[in-house]
């Protein structure tokens, strides 16, 4: 037997060790079927053996070193799977692999060199995993590669320059990661590729004008990063629907349709060419006073830093050298904690809204209850915790204050950025209700809140619990984008010793009634399976716009059971009536390119969803199936 064909079957069970026997197998394909646990050593002995493809099944363990003695084998499928651990060393002794598919599981560590040692290597994906670090320099040495896919992972440090050594790619996806620095030059080295993602990254500098040049580049998504200066107006820049350039507020220029402020060009004088003697006399004197007055400035602040550092040593190394402000600039920023700029309050105290600077900026001012036993802790602890937390979806805290106020009280605070739309929970139940989420919008949301928590969980340096997930604990800013806030004070909650009896969190309880899981009211630690609990509930109120404390829960009716004895052939009776309307179907449906759906009038989506905007009966109808693939989570 040299081929076994057994793909898109239901077989159940592990992979039989005795499939060593077919010595002079060439293909196995055993893709899209119930198979679990270990893939055999033994397949190694296969050393004929072309093509294997095991994706889609619910295989675990490790990736077997033995695999690497497929010398052969020029297609190898893994994807789909939950192997988890590191990329074995030994996949680069397969020297004729062509196509190289590991995404979608849970490997991590770092990309071995080997990975990239290939010399007729045409598609490699390594998408959707928890691999880290760097992206190695070897990756240069792919010049046969066509489709190159590192995405959603938690790579770090700068593209490497040699990726411009890569002549032969078409799509490269990068998305998704923590990349730095600049934009490699060499990227316009790729005359061929037509499809370039680097968005969700942390990337900086200007955007290459030699991108323009890229005559066959038909995508380019460079979102959500850190880039600034102008914008190119040739080549793929001109067309406004093939390129993706939102979330990089110091960008300008650019062709009129990108609607970005104008660059400020630098005016060079005429005459800046010629060097003038005197002139220069003049400079080099300014600049030796200028220096001799740093100098002179520095000694004198040395002097006076040191006599106060005994004074305030212990409170500089509790909260790890934040950057502070006063409490009288933040007195005025809020018009003296004004009642009209209040804009929420919780258990350990009170948000204002505030004005610190002269260009206008908005910030939100957490003011601690220090009349609550463990607040000066929880204080210190907040500002340790929050200050090495960075993610998009995260409110961000951007100072701290710890002063006397003109009582001569003690005053703690926190300052972070302002979310212009305020709280989910007003959008659902508040003032912005009359104006309505459409159904993408809190499907986006929805993404956001789960982004979020999925870094709190698996991506900080201690993994970290919110046991308060709620609509008003996620805020929205100008561009609707959900930020999770307060999740560093599930554990302060957790040590302070009383609450007031109004206070709806509890030590008991660990969050608020209605989105706690019921293990914690009978004591139960706080986990990530209870956040997952609460994030259930927000999800069904977010769809069908009732509270879990809704008054038309009585006796054994809940948010939970209301929802689940409505699907799927009832769901229109629980979801939120707006989301049903003729002029939200229109708008939910009508998503072009969404998918790389090019101009065919449909989208496919999970769970064969035909999306045809032919026929408005079907898009409602389509909506309906949507709306059971979420509530059924």
Known sequence: MTYLYLGGNQISGTIAPTLENLVNLIGLDMEYNLLEGDIPTSLGTLRFLQRLTLNGNTLSGTIPSSLGNLTQVSELD????NFSGSITLNIGNCQNLQRLWLSQNILSGTIPKEVFGFHSLLELDLSQNSLNGSIPVEVGKLNTITQLDLSENNLTSEI??????????LSLSLQGNFFQGILPSSLASLRGLEYLDLSRNNLTGNIPKDLQNLKFLNYLNLSFNELRGEVPDKGIFENTTAISIDGNARLCGG????????????????QGKKKDHKLIIIIVCVIAFILLFACLSFLFWRRKSIMRSSSSKSELSSISFLSKVSYKSLHKATNGFSQSMLIGTGSFGS???????????????KVLNLNQKGASKSFMAECNTLRNIRHRNLVKILTCCSSIDFNGDDFKALVFEYMGNGSLDKWLHGENQSRGL???QRLSIASDVASAIWYLHDHCDHPIIHCDLKPSNVLLDNEMVAHVSDFGLARLILNTNQVSETQTSTIGMKGTIGYVPPEYAMGGEPSKQGDMYSFGILLMEMFTGRSPTDE?????????????????ERVDQVVDSALLSGEAVETTMRRENYNNNRG???IYTEGEININFEHPHQRSTNLCKCLILILEI
Do not use: W, Y
């Open 78 to 81: 893994l994807s789909e799977n």
């Open 351 to 365: 948000v204002f809204k505030g004005t610190v600077d002269q260009e206008g900026n908005e910030v939100a001012v």
């Open 600 to 602: 065919t009038g449909e």
């Open 255 to 270: 062709v009129p349709r990108l609607q970005l402020p104008r660059c400020e060009k630098a005016i060079e004088s005429k």
């Open 160 to 169: 490497p320059d040699t990726i411009g050594d890569c002549t032969s790619l």
């Open 552 to 568: 038309s829960f009585k006796d054994d009716l809940n948010l939970h059971n209301f929802v689940q004895m409505a699907l799927p």
């Open 438 to 440: 459409k159904f993408i």
